[in-house]
């Protein structure tokens, strides 16, 4: 499911405004108007652009995945040795996460705030790029390039630390973002391999 970006300028400020927010305030205690405030605008003409904040916040995590799917799976699925999808995939997943830390930040927070028919199909998007990191795992293991490893939590391991990065990453720092994913794969994948 792919979500269209916002076209109109004030509809592209007002997501990522609402996803400035999201993150600093909490989704809950983010109200519409805080939203209207922070865009200099009235409460009242913010549902000109949105229903109410639960879309927003449906269609910021939606974007999100899109993303990650977009730009991370190609990386998983492309020909090459496992591995080297794999450290591929790392980095780029960590690229996305340094672009876009305050999405992925709400994916992991945020979730539980959607309503459930939302989150269930947030829920199984999230499902099927974690299962594309399986079958990257799963192929290094039946092709000998990794040991016999629990794949499901192997591919829990490497993306929980791929995720929590977006809580401690800042641009500028000692590390910039290829470093750390090279450290990632090495750590990872070096404990993985044959």
């Not at 876009?100 to 709400?106: K, M, T, V």
């Amino acid at each position: 499911m792919t979500v269209p970006l916002p076209v109109r300028p004030r509809e592209a400020e007002l997501h990522a405004t609402a996803t400035r927010l999201f993150r600093q305030l909490g989704y809950h205690a983010t109200s519409m108007q805080d939203l209207g405030e922070a865009l200099g605008m009235n409460r009242g003409s913010l549902y000109h652009y949105i229903a109410g904040k639960d879309e927003l916040l449906w269609a910021i995590l939606n974007r999100a995945l899109d993303l990650l799917m977009e730009r991370v799976v190609p990386k998983l699925e492309a020909d090459g040795p496992p591995v080297e999808r794999l450290t591929d995939a790392i980095r780029e997943h960590l690229r996305v996460a340094a672009d876009h830390a305050d999405e992925l930040f709400l994916v992991q927070v945020e979730l539980r705030a959607l309503e459930p028919g939302r989150q269930r199909r947030i829920i199984e998007r999230r499902n099927e790029y974690e299962n594309h990191w399986r079958g990257a795992i799963e192929a290094g293991v039946a092709d000998g390039s990794l040991r016999g490893v629990d794949v499901r939590l192997a591919g829990i391991g490497i993306l929980s630390a791929c995720n929590w990065f977006t809580q401690w990453y800042r641009p500028g720092g000692r590390l910039d973002v290829e470093q750390i994913a090279d450290a990632f794969a090495d750590l990872f994948l070096r404990g993985m391999r044959a």
